[in-house]
C-alpha cells in the first residue's frame, strides 16, 4: 500500500474521531474568561507555552508542531511542555480551545497560532488581549487586522507571499505542457489567505499562456480525500481534456495522484503543489510530481513560539519593534527536480538547527496589502 493511502485512511479516522469528540461536548470547552475586563502584566515568569494549529497527521502542521517542540527543548523542558491544541479545521474549535486555556492559565499563556481561516483571526486575538496573555499568529488574519493596535499582546504575525511562487509553480505546469492544453485546479479553504494567494499567482500565469485553459478550479480545503473526490469528478466530466493538474498544497496532490492511479494515468498528466512535504519532494524526485515550495514550517513553528514566549517574559517589548518586525513574511524555497536532492539532505535528512532567539533573520519584509 502506497503511503498516500495510509494517508488517505489516517485522515478518515481522525475525522471521525474529531465527530464523535464533538458528539460528547469534548470540542468546546470555556467561553467565561472573556467577559472579565483587560489584565495588564509587564511579563509573566514561566507562561504555558501553546501551539494552535489544523491537523498533526498532515506533513506540513507536524513540521510546525516539530519546531515549537525544538523551540520548547531549547527552554529545557521536555517536548511534552509545549500545550498542543488541534483544531482539526475548525474555527469555532480553535476559539473555544484558545479560550479554555486562557481560563485555566489565567493568562499566564505564550500562545502561536494559525486561526484556520482569516474571520477567526479577530476574536482569538482579542480574548488573548483581554487576559493580558501573548500571542503570535501566522497565515490567516483579515488585512484590518494589526499587531501594532494590541500593544504588546499581539506580538506578532507572519505569513508567506505565495502569490509570486504559485505563480512559478503554475509557469513550470504550463511549460512541460508545451504551452497550451487545459488544466483543473484544487484549491484550500476558500476564506485562508494562503488559498486565496495561490489561486491569485495560478491567474497571473494564466494571463501570460492564452492557449492553456482553466477547466474549473474547487475548493477542496487542503484535504486529501476531498481532492481525491474532486480528481475523481473532473476525470469523468473532462476525460482527456485534462493536460495538467495545479494543486494549491502538497497533501490535495496526494489525492490527486491516487485519482490518476485509480485510472490508470498516474504519471501521465504533470502536476505542481506547494508546501514542500517531505512525501512531495520524493514525488519530485520520482517524476510524479513537476515542483512545490517550501515554506520552512519547522523554523515558522519554532519562532512563532519563540516570538510569544520571549514578549510574555518581558525579554523584548514588542511596541518598541518596527512594524517589519511585527508583520512580516516568511521564506520560501522552490523545489524542482533540479533542487530536490539537496532540499532533502539540508531540510528533511538532517534536522536544521536554528537560533530561536534570531525572530526576523530569514524572513523577507513587512507584509504589504
Known sequence: MSFIKNFIEQETLNRRNFLLASALGLGGAAAASLARPSI????????????????????????????????????GKPKSALVQLINEGSSEKSLSDVKALLGKTDGRLALAIDANDSPNGRPVVEAVAAKGAYVSTIWNKTDDLHPWDFGDNYVSHMTWSDVGPSEQTATILFKAMGG???????????????????????????????????????????????????????????????????????????????ALRAEGLAGQIPIVAYDGNAQAVDLVLAGDLLATVSTNPYWGGGVTAALAYYAAIGAFKPSQEPREHREFYGPTILITKAEAEDFKKKYIQSTPSYNWKDFWGPSKGQIMY
Open 180 to 258: 497550451k492544453g487545459a488544466i483543473v485546479g484544487l484549491g484550500g479553504i476558500a476564506s485562508n489567505n494562503p488559498a486565496i494567494e495561490r489561486r491569485h499567482g495560478l491567474d497571473n500565469a494564466l494571463k501570460n499562456y492564452p492557449d492553456i485553459k482553466l477547466l474549473d478550479y474547487q475548493a477542496a480545503d487542503w484535504d486529501t480525500q476531498k481532492a481525491n473526490a474532486i480528481m475523481a469528478s473532473y476525470l469523468t466530466r473532462f476525460g482527456d481534456q485534462i493536460t495538467g493538474v495545479f494543486c494549491a498544497n502538497d497533501t490535495m496532490a496526494y489525492g490527486v495522484i491516487e
Open 40 to 75: 495588564a502584566r509587564a511579563s509573566i515568569a514561566d507562561p504555558t507555552i501553546a501551539w494552535s494549529y489544523r491537523d498533526r497527521t498532515n506533513p506540513y502542521w507536524n513540521a510546525i508542531a516539530s519546531g515549537g517542540e525544538a523551540f520548547v527543548e531549547s527552554l
